[in-house]
């Protein structure tokens, strides 16, 4: 019983009562006319496209630098790594492959100049990140504009100048994680290959957190100030942890590109950093600790609720309001997720 208690305690009843929603969803959904198989799919998919996304909330929050309100600036580095791609016209997985690196130097240049930022306003982290993300959108607003792409797919047919605000990826590298190593189960879909490429950074980043490296980051978040006296470089590893985080960002968007079908420039970036900030505080994170557990399980409980909800909802009141409902949700796991945070705060 003291286990279990225990358990309870560990787990949190938030996360569990979450979680017992979402499993009464997956229940309701067949009397409700709703396939299983095909909640199951949707909702296996939307945590592959998420959950690097969500990991990227991890280097910076155990650094002490707090949750990555500015992850669209890692976002845009993405974006600009894959619209170079698709300017050269490679193809398929070359294509996803060159965008991880052109995508490489630009999360590096403006992880380090945001890291410098962040140093300078220690104990502001947070309202200066959302700043720097509201900021680096609105800037590459005209940005996408301006920049001379010649790609036909890419830019506007009726000036030939200026990105669209949705490209497709298709004939370039359209669900090629997705379709990688796919199991198919009548019409449940699995997309293995996801799930390994999310594996992959998922244990890279648990491995670097236990070298020396990342220990000290480790140290710096929990008391800088013995940091400091061990002789660990406070401001360098804050600035590594904020790089790590734009380039876990950048390389998240590719992946939710590559299964969504289009890249969404100019306003999109700025929609993303919340979802992913609520996620993983719903995994258990808090603004100064945060595990690979906590990722996946907070991936996994916010899409899922966000895939089942409007399916559910739609088939019993047998009216298409499906997009109306997935707001009131998502705004609705957004909130109490902040609550957390500010009681954490507290």
Known sequence: MDKIKSAIKNFGWPRIIIALFLL????????????LGTSLSDTFTRFGMNCILVLAMVPMIHSGCGLNFGLPLGIISGLLGATLSLQCEFTGFPSFLMAMVFATPFAVIFGWAYGALLNKVKGGEMMIATYVGFASVAFMCMM???IPFTNPKMVWGYTGRGLRTTISTE???????????SIKIGHLTIPVGMFLFFALFAFGIWAFLRTKTGTAMTAVGSNPTFARASGINVDKTRILSVIMSTWLGAI??????QSFGFIQLYMS??????????????????????????????????????????????SLIHTDM?????????????????????????
């Open 144 to 146: 996408w504009l301006l």
């Open 24 to 35: 009464l969803l997956f229940i309701v959904a067949p009397f409700a006319g709703v396939n």
């Open 252 to 257: 998240g968007i590719l992946v939710y590109q």
């Open 171 to 181: 004939g370039y590298y359209l669900h090629i994680l997705s379709d990688f190593l």
């Open 322 to 346: 499906s997009e109306v409902i997935r707001i009131i949700v998502s705004n609705g796991m957004i909130l109490y997720a902040l609550t957390r945070k500010q009681e954490a705060t507290r």
């Open 269 to 314: 970036p700025f929609y993303m950093a919340l979802p992913a900030v609520s996620a993983i505080l719903i995994g258990g994170a808090s603004i100064n600790k945060a595990s690979i557990s906590n990722v996946i399980i907070g991936t996994f409980l916010f899409q899922g609720i966000l895939t089942m909800t409007p399916s559910v909802m739609n």
